[in-house]
Nanobody, 115 residues
């Protein structure tokens, strides 16, 4: 079982920045992919970004050029730097980690971008 604890959400004006953090507990199987998803009210959860152990990253088209995902493998922590935030970025952001063949989720952190 991997426990994920997110922090860093909040309220920001459009054009502002926020940095999310997600600390993962240790896993005997190791943690491979770590990333972020988000869910806006009335919408399905959607992929935002992820990073693999070698450092390769993937982004949703809607956040490319504005968001940066990074990882500290020694601390088992993944970050999401969000710049040039837009009202449509509003939602609950969930940390995700894959360990072995299991998928783990954090409790979510609210990000609200006002216009």
């Amino acid at each position: 079982q991997v426990r994920l604890v997110e922090s860093g959400g909040g309220l920001v004006q459009a054009g502002g920045s926020l940095r999310l953090s997600c600390a993962a507990s240790r896993s005997p199987f190791g943690i491979t992919v770590m990333g972020w998803y988000r869910q806006a009210p009335g919408n399905q959860r959607e992929f935002v970004a992820n990073i693999v152990p070698g450092g390769s990253t993937n982004y949703a088209d809607s956040v490319k050029g504005r968001f940066t995902v990074s990882r500290d493998n020694t601390e088992n922590t993944v970050y999401l730097q969000m710049n040039s935030l837009k009202p449509e970025d509003t939602g609950v952001y969930y940390c995700n980690a894959i360990s072995g063949r299991a998928n783990f989720w954090g409790q979510g952190t609210q990000v609200t971008v006002s216009s």
